[in-house]
């Protein structure tokens, strides 16, 4: 079954726990048909064979029923430490729900969710996972653990960003990356969630994602975005009043009038992004609120296997 229809399926569900748990049991039940094939059978017990290891761990008999090489972990080793980051800025309120709708059709509501997948298949690995969530204020921080009361006091934190009222809060990124940067002093992975809508100062901006990854940090950002208006600039051309979420400032315009450059400065934008990241080994995946949850968790299995 397609992750789309397994949320179709569970979207009467509110709580987040279950719906994340829902995802990723649909996601691993696909598994055969992806790159981390028989990855599921044996998902906390096993790792991926690296050409050059010793071949003595190897389990043969899974082996024989997947065709790839797995080595068996061990108790004394360690395990992954996780370390999660949400932009709950004003911005990333967008766009506005409707009652119809589901709450992860918006910005914030999209990495909630695919948040409490990651911990989700965190838990599933024992793996260690913590959280930041910031704006205008550095709101919530947990350090990374592992046991079963931090998973839930992490996942109470990511539904109370989706029940509180929402005010309006500018993003102060630059401030509160390299806060969280250096908070973390053992070597995790990061993953970012953010729409990267503070752009007055690009190199500041930048060098605050290369803060991140000090002490050999491994960093995944997904920039969230909902592609249809912020990306390609889909409204009809009726005169409509643009309102910035964190600023408050208004505009009236014809979308066609102001289409051509503002794709143009758009599309810019992310390439320079994309290239940036790629320069400071930064893994770079642009995310939208329509797409399903099966790139997050290929990026973040894949990421997890060269996390060496």
Known sequence: MKIESQIEKISSFQHLELLANQIVEGFISGMHKSPFHGFSAEFAEHKVYNVGESTKHIDWKLFAKTDRLFTKKFEEETNLRCHLIIDNSSSMHYPK???KDNFFQNKIGFSVLASAVLINILKKQRD?????????TYEYYAPEK????HHRMILNALENLLVKPKVQKSTDTITFLHQIAEKLHRRSMIILFTDMFQ?????ALFNALQHLKH???KVVLFHVIDAKTELNFDFDNAPR?????????????FADNVKL?????????????ALTCAQNKIKYVPVGVS???EKILTTYLAEKQNFG
């Open 291 to 293: 797409d399903n949850f």
């Open 128 to 136: 260690a996972v913590g959280l930041s969530v910031f704006s205008d």
């Open 241 to 253: 009043k643009f309102i910035d979420m964190e600023t408050g400032e208004e505009v009236t315009v």
């Open 261 to 273: 450059a503002y794709e143009k400065g758009v599309s810019s934008y992310f390439k320079k992004l």
């Open 199 to 203: 752009s007055d100062n690009e190199v």
């Open 97 to 99: 729900l409707e009652d």
């Open 146 to 149: 592992g046991s079963d009361r």
């Open 215 to 217: 002490n050999k940090h």
